[in-house]
């Protein structure tokens, strides 16, 4: 079951430009969403969260936007750099317990 | 900063084998986790472990599985006797509270297991 969807596959953006990572998830009951970032044979790090709460959250050139009626979450990068260049996953968690459904992640490549 | 540690960052074993996955969380934190990502797709919650038990588990975790934490740093995933779709990547992670999944987890690198 794909609670958590992240339907492009690859992206590419020229440095300097926003980047833009969606992902749409089917569970209601999710009231915590997580991006994160993984480089090549390292673990996935955290970038930035949202709760159900709000339906936006910066940090830097990162901004999360939350659409609760369409079940959507994006990314936003601003400006995007070449060490930006990496697979993003996204993730949720409902209030019910602490497992985090992830993605299938979207790899960005920036280009300079 | 603190960081998760896992090791071995490879583990080749044949099939029928144990193999035992070790990460060290960060410190201060108390709830850990293990997840696996099969080459080509997604990251699976495993299982996740609080005050010496499971709190929560995944169907993917069955009686092949278990885990422990032996002493107040080590956090270890035990595979039975593997089989071949077990070769996965394995990520250990850490948070320190949870309140139904508010909280951020840290990952640790990853243990690259190849089953043979």
């Known amino acids: 079951d794909q609670q958590v969807k992240q339907n492009s596959p690859s992206l590419s953006v020229q440095e300097g430009r926003i980047s833009i990572l969606n992902c749409d998830y089917t569970n209601s009951m999710f009231d915590y969403f997580l991006w994160y970032k993984k480089y090549p044979a390292e673990g996935p790090t955290f970038l930035i969260s949202?709760?159900?709460?709000?339906d936006k959250n910066e940090d830097g050139r990162f901004t999360v936007f939350l659409n609760k009626s369409a079940k959507h979450l994006s990314l936003h990068i601003v400006p995007s750099q070449p060490g930006d260049s990496a697979v993003y996953f996204c993730a949720a968690s409902g209030h019910t317990g602490n497992q985090f459904y992830f993605g299938t992640g979207t790899s960005l490549t920036v280009i300079p | 900063e603190p960081e998760v540690t896992q090791t071995p960052s490879h583990q080749v074993t044949q099939m029928g084998q144990e193999v035992i996955l070790r990460c060290v969380p960060i410190?201060?934190?108390?709830?850990f986790y293990w997840y696996r990502q099969i080459l080509g797709q997604k990251v699976e919650f495993l299982v996740s472990f609080y005050n010496n038990e499971i709190s929560e588990k995944s169907e993917i975790f069955d009686d092949q599985f278990s885990v422990e934490r032996p002493d107040g740093s080590n956090f270890t995933l035990k595979i039975r006797s593997t089989k071949l779709e077990d070769s996965a990547m394995y990520f250990c992670?850490?948070?320190?509270?949870?309140?139904?999944?508010?909280?951020?987890?840290?990952f640790g690198p990853g243990t690259r297991l190849t089953v043979l």
């Open positions: 992670a850490s948070s320190p509270i949870t309140s139904g999944g508010t909280d951020t987890q840290y």
């Open positions: 949202i709760s159900s709460i709000k």
């Open positions: 410190s201060n934190h108390l709830y």
